[in-house]
């Protein structure tokens, strides 16, 4: 069974920081392209940033400049590193390898001031 756990969400007042972390498990995603993507209340989920196996990365406008993704392909992880965080960057996170079909259950970033 492939699972994937997202964790480091929670409350942040604006300008903070968070770090979120993803570990799969069940499956060998070190070929997969890996991301992170979010919903906000009321709208769509969004891509926020992914990152190839190679080492690619690719960042939602709305991200670049303040977001960082990384990974760990030893350990089958993926992180998020977020830095002047907003209130519209509040929303569930979640982690995914989407071309494998593969989702997390999301943890929640709420930024407030």
């Known amino acids: 069974q492939v699972q994937l756990v997202e964790s480091g969400g929670g409350l942040v007042q604006i300008g903070g920081s968070l770090r979120l972390s993803c570990a799969a498990s069940g499956t060998n995603l070190r070929f997969a392209t890996m991301g992170w993507y979010r919903q906000a209340p009321g709208k769509q989920r969004e891509l926020v940033a992914t990152?190839?196996?190679?080492?690619?990365?690719n960042y939602a406008d709305s991200v670049k400049g303040r977001f960082t993704i990384s990974r760990d392909k030893a350990k089958n992880a993926v992180y998020l590193q977020m830095n002047s965080l907003k209130p519209e960057d509040t929303a569930v996170y979640f982690c995914?390898?989407?071309?494998?079909?593969?989702w997390g259950q999301g943890t929640q970033v709420t930024v407030s001031s």
């Open positions: 990152m190839t196996s190679g080492g690619i990365a």
């Open positions: 995914a390898a989407s071309s494998r079909g593969y």
